[in-house]
């Protein structure tokens, strides 16, 4: 009787969420997400900065990130370049992902992300970023591109790095004051308390900022107050009560400092919505 060999998979993808390639302006600032299944943002050009969880990272051309299911990402434009980055999420049985989040992207697999990338068109339905669903009668091309999605990821997992990836003291830095304004959305911090937090500098916290997030301390500290006023909104929260979460005592004053960051009236903004 002849037995056989079970052979187990390695790598088993199940769905494709999104695979869109972007350009980003040299401020460009995503402030964060976290969903339920894989990620890769691959850096074809230009230099991006790249928060994952609680590490960071300053990502070339020809390097990618893996984030795992659940975990809080950002990206911003970094060193004033105009990043391309192609972004491929998943769902995946079966995915080896161990310590080493960092990808390295040489020409031949980068030619190979360029043409799958291609031919996801010819596969996918699509609704801005999101794959929907498979085009009719695309059966057959969906298996083939599973198949050598498969082979591509696996061929950079069990590459060996040959970059060493930039982890540098001040994108530490960087992490840690946005870490700081995070845990004080209600406002009261200046960039003295910031850069005392970080046992740094004032001016060093600026130039720092102006590198990996290419504003000011700051303005990224509305910005993200801003934006959450935005998530407070959605919600289902009042203005009122909105303003009272991000310790504006004065409604009016809150209204003022929305519309002037986001260009327009929180009121306006929960029309819209």
């Known amino acids: 009787m002849l037995q056989g060999c079970r052979i187990n998979h390695t790598i ?3 769905a494709v969420h999104t695979f869109f390639k972007s350009d ?5 600032v995503f402030g964060g997400e976290s969903h339920g299944f894989w990620e890769i943002v691959f850096v074809l050009g230009g230099t991006v900065g790249v928060a994952a969880g609680d590490e960071m990272f300053v990502l070339e051309k020809g390097q990618a990130v893996v984030h795992k299911p659940d975990e809080f990402h950002k990206i911003w434009s970094a060193f004033g370049t105009n990043p391309t980055v192609i972004v491929l999420s998943f769902g995946a049985s079966a995915f080896p992902f161990g310590s080493e989040r960092i ?4 020409a031949t697999c980068a030619a190979k992300l360029s043409e799958l990338y291609d031919y996801s068109f010819s596969c996918f339905e699509r609704s801005g970023i999101s794959v929907t669903g498979i085009k009719p009668g695309a059966e057959t ?8 999605l498969e082979l591509l990821l696996y061929s950079l997992l069990h590459k060996s790095p040959d970059r060493k990836v930039n982890t540098v003291k001040s994108a530490e830095i960087y992490s840690m004051a946005v870490k700081y304004m995070e845990d004080y959305p209600a406002g009261g911090l ?7 937090h970080c046992s740094i500098s004032a001016a060093y916290l600026k130039k720092i900022f102006a590198r990996y997030a290419g504003c000011g301390v700051m303005q990224y500290y509305n910005l993200m107050r801003a934006r959450l006023a935005c998530g407070y909104i959605s919600n289902g929260q009042s203005v009122k009560e909105t303003a009272m979460l991000l310790g504006f005592a004065d409604q009016n004053y809150f209204s003022t400092f929305f519309k002037r ?3 327009l009236s929180p009121t306006q903004y929960k029309k819209r919505l």
């Open 24 to 28: 980003f302006k040299k401020d460009y």
């Open 12 to 14: 088993s993808i199940d």
């Open 190 to 196: 200046c960039i003295d308390e910031i850069a005392g």
């Open 103 to 106: 990808l390295i992207l040489d």
């Open 261 to 263: 960051i986001m260009g």
């Open 141 to 148: 091309k969906v298996e083939r591109f599973r198949l050598e």
